[in-house]
């Protein structure tokens, strides 16, 4: 696997925002960028990106692909926009991303929490531009993504009540939930929507997938808001072993579950939210 120079790693929307003007959204969206090419990971609800993208300088119209790391709402719904401004762009995304989703709320009703219908027209409106990925797949030079995450420790699930139809009757297994990585001189650089497949399940699919090479930096959402205690314990103990040295959680990670991983590893966590930049391959 080639070795990316240098760059930069953007978050242009996260649940909160960490520069003024900035606005914060329940969703997640990282702009990563070298001297040869500009990637989308993720696009939000829709309603931050923009704004957020042109306060910090960033022209989306220049990105060359999107990758979206799952089918709900809040990491697809700006990519109606992205296509308009770019329409070189090429879209990398699982099958079962463009499928119905559901979730469960606390009263027991159903709620829609799949691709929103405006943004499904316009994917359907450029099958040329959708590059479905079910396997470990290059976006460019040395960028992958993940495809399916095999499921193995018993620890790890979804992270909620998901389904696949309106009823509740059909359990959604999120097999759409994928994760973008490179590798970089520090080590290998992985960026997380929601980690829907268990965090420590794609950090070691990633190590076997790159010869055991050492994961430098995990940016992103960890869907651990309802983590239970033993489930933090062995999600803090695996990512010990695994030595990662640097931690970004944001999005969907939860509070309690941040401030634990904050504690545990003090000397290795660093904000997330709307703004915040991650260089990689700097000396």
């Not at 829609?112 to 531009?129: F, H, K, L, M, N």
């Not at 990662?244 to 904000?271: D, K, M, N, Y």
Request: charge should be negative; include cysteine.
């Amino acid at each position: 696997m080639p070795v990316i120079e240098g760059g930069r790693i953007t978050v242009l929307v996260d649940n909160c925002a960490r520069g003024r003007g900035l606005l914060g959204e329940h969703g997640l969206a990282c702009w990563v960028e070298t001297h040869r090419w500009h990637l989308l990971f993720d696009t939000g609800q829709g309603m931050a990106l923009a704004h957020n993208a042109s306060l910090l300088g960033i022209r989306l119209e220049l990105v060359n692909a999107v990758v979206l790391s799952h089918g709900h709402y809040d990491h697809t719904g700006g990519l109606g926009h992205v296509l308009e401004i770019a329409p070189q762009a090429k879209v990398f995304t699982h099958p079962a991303a463009l499928e119905p989703k559901y979730s469960r709320t606390n009263d027991g009703a159903s709620r829609e929490i799949g691709i929103p219908s405006t943004v499904r027209r316009a994917v359907d409106g450029r099958p040329t531009s959708l590059a479905l990925v079910e396997r470990p797949t290059e976006v460019v030079g040395g960028v992958f993504v993940t495809g399916e995450i095999p499921r193995r420790t018993e620890y790890e699930n979804t992270g909620g009540a998901f389904f696949v139809d309106r009823h509740g009757q059909h359990v959604d297994p999120l097999l759409d939930d994928q994760a973008m990585f490179f590798d970089s001189r520090q080590g290998t650089i992985v960026l997380l929507g929601c980690g829907h497949a268990g965090v420590i399940n794609t950090l070691q699919y990633i190590r076997d997938l790159t010869g055991g090479r050492s994961i430098h930096a995990v940016i992103g959402g960890m869907h651990l808001a309802t983590a239970s205690r033993d489930r933090m314990a062995r999600t803090i103990d695996s990512l010990r072993q695994l030595g990662i040295e640097r931690l970004v959680p944001g999005h969907c990670t939860g509070t309690a579950a941040t401030s634990q991983l904050w504690s545990a590893f003090p000397e290795r966590c660093a904000p997330c939210g709307a703004g915040a930049i991650v260089e990689f391959g700097i000396p």
